[in-house]
Structure formats: structure tokens, C-alpha cells
């Protein structure tokens, strides 16, 4: 972090102070929150959680995980990706989708929806399994009218304490007119 550009580091710290005020809320004492594998964040024990930052927005979730395995959450700046970038990430059937999406709904930038899913999928799937997992390993779609989106794994799932297999991640997702933000928290078994 110490050669990042001055604004990275802004929101490097930024996010970071979000996340500790979240924390709080949960009665954790704080501690630095320091890059773990992959640049994930370390978590203190216990706790499971996922930061986002784009330009002008920082946010942090957490909960405790007696409450949730995983949580993932991404924002991005609400306008179409760049050229090229819809195809490295999304695999054909999602294509065709999201053509599908913006011929209907062409207020919403459905490519970057998508992306910023992935990068939700990505957040609540490394810290769970340790194992990284592309943009072409998760079949992500939207439902366009109560805002929730689901992705299926298309690699091998994970098991769960209880025996069940997280195959796949069901989330929400929000497209206002700076942003694109979507969330995913999944329960832990036995959880209320």
C-alpha cells in the first residue's frame, strides 16, 4: 500500500474506517483490518464480512459468524463497462441475458450489474473456500422487477458444517443513478 497512488490509499483507509465502525456496531473493539490472501480483508475471529469503494462511495458488512458464512458486496459507478469487458467476464448465456435485460430495462446498465455481482460472488466465495474462482465459474441472473439476482457455481460447491454444499449464492442488487451495488449474505446453518 505504502507505493499506491495517494486516492487508492484514501480508500484504502476510508473503507477501512467504515468497516470499523460496522464492527463496533457488533461490540467488536477495534483493530486494524489488514489485507489477508488475495487481498481479502483479515477479519477478526469470528467475524465474517466484505468491503466495496469506487469513486465517492465506501461501504463495509459484517455480522458475526454464529449469523452468516459468507458476505459479499460490490459497487460500482453506474454506466456501461468498457469495450471488451462484458465478454471477459460474462459466458454466453449471460451475454445474450443481459442483451435481453437492456432491450427491456434500458435504464439500467445490466453489464455492469453484472460485473458488480460476480465481484459480490467472488467476496463471499474466496473468504468461505479459500479457493479462487474466475468470472466464467458462476452463471449469475437477474430477476428485474424485486431486485434479486442468483448465481450458480459452475465448479465444484462447498461444504457447510451441517453437510450442505454451497452450489450457488442468491443476492440483491440496487441501480440508482450513480451506482450499482449488490449484496450477498448467506446464513450460517441453523441460523435464524
Known amino acids: 500500500m505504502a507505493e499506491a497512488v495517494p486516492k487508492r490509499r484514501r480508500e484504502f483507509a476510508t473503507v477501512r474506517a467504515c468497516a470499523r465502525e ?16 488475495r487481498g481479502a480483508p483479515g477479519w ?6 466484505s468491503m466495496t469503494h469506487c469513486d ?3 461501504a463495509a458488512a459484517v455480522a458475526s459468524d454464529r449469523d452468516c458464512v ?3 458486496v460490490d459497487a ?22 443481459i442483451a435481453e435485460l437492456t432491450a427491456v430495462h ?4 445490466w453489464d455492469r450489474l453484472l460485473f458488480s455481482a460476480k465481484e459480490s460472488v467472488y467476496k463471499a466465495w474466496f473468504p ?35 453437510g450442505r454444499r454451497v452450489e450457488g449464492f442468491e443476492g440483491r442488487w440496487l ?18
Open 76 to 97: 460500482e459507478p453506474h454506466g456501461p463497462l468498457p469495450d471488451g469487458v462484458l465478454e471477459a467476464v460474462a459466458i454466453p448465456p449471460e451475454q445474450s441475458r
Open 70 to 72: 459468507a458476505i459479499g
Open 22 to 37: 460496522a464492527l463496533g456496531l457488533l461490540g467488536v473493539p477495534a483493530a486494524p483490518i489488514l489485507p489477508g490472501t
Open 175 to 192: 441501480a440508482g443513478a450513480e451506482l450499482v451495488i449488490t449484496a450477498i449474505a448467506l446464513s450460517t446453518p441453523g441460523a435464524a
Open 128 to 162: 468461505l473456500t479459500g479457493r479462487p474462482l474466475g468470472f466464467e465459474d458462476a452463471h449469475v441472473d437477474f430477476d428485474p422487477h424485486d431486485r434479486r439476482f442468483t448465481a450458480r457455481l459452475l465448479v465444484p460447491g462447498h461444504a457447510l458444517g451441517d
Open 56 to 58: 465517492g462511495y465506501r
Open 44 to 49: 477478526p475471529t469470528g467475524i465474517v464480512g
Open 106 to 109: 434500458p435504464a439500467t446498465h
